[in-house]
C-alpha cells in the first residue's frame, strides 16, 4: 500500500503563488506514476498533473500549462506542485494520487489517494 499525505494548501491573492507538497511512504513506489487533481464545491474531481516517479516525465491539464509545475524529490519521497500566477477559479481541494497505469489523466485510473488539501484564491 501507499500512503499520501498532502500539506501546503492555504488562501493567497490572485496572481500570488502556492507550493503544494504529497509525502509519499509505504510499498516501494519506483513503478508508481504520482497526480495532483483538484475539485471545486459542485464539480467534479478534476486533473492537474501527473509525473512517472522513476522517469520524470511529466503531463500537465492545459488550463495549468505554463503556471504549475509538479516536481518529485526521491531523496524526501516527495511530490511537488508548484502554483504560480494563480487565480480565482484555481480554487479548489487539491488531492495527491498514485497509479501503477503511467501517465493517466482519469480519476478512476489512480488507486490511491491522500486526504486532500484546501487552495483558495481571492480576487
Known amino acids: 500500500q501507499v500512503q499520501l499525505v498532502e500539506s501546503g494548501g492555504g488562501l493567497v491573492q490572485a496572481g500570488g503563488s502556492l507550493r503544494l507538497s504529497c509525502a509519499v511512504s509505504?510499498?516501494?513506489?519506483?513503478?508508481?506514476?504520482m497526480g495532483w487533481f483538484r475539485q471545486a464545491p459542485g464539480k467534479e474531481r478534476e486533473f492537474v498533473a501527473s509525473i512517472a516517479w522513476s522517469g520524470g516525465s511529466i503531463y500537465y491539464a492545459d488550463s495549468v500549462k505554463g503556471r504549475f509545475t509538479i516536481s518529485r524529490d526521491i531523496a524526501k519521497n516527495t511530490v511537488y506542485l508548484q502554483m504560480n500566477s494563480l487565480k480565482p477559479e484555481d480554487t479548489a481541494l487539491y488531492y495527491c494520487a498514485a497509479t501503477l497505469y503511467g501517465l493517466r489523466s482519469r480519476p478512476n485510473d489512480y488507486g490511491w489517494w491522500g486526504q486532500g488539501t484546501q487552495v483558495t484564491v481571492s480576487s
Open positions: 509505504g510499498r516501494t513506489f519506483s513503478r508508481y506514476t
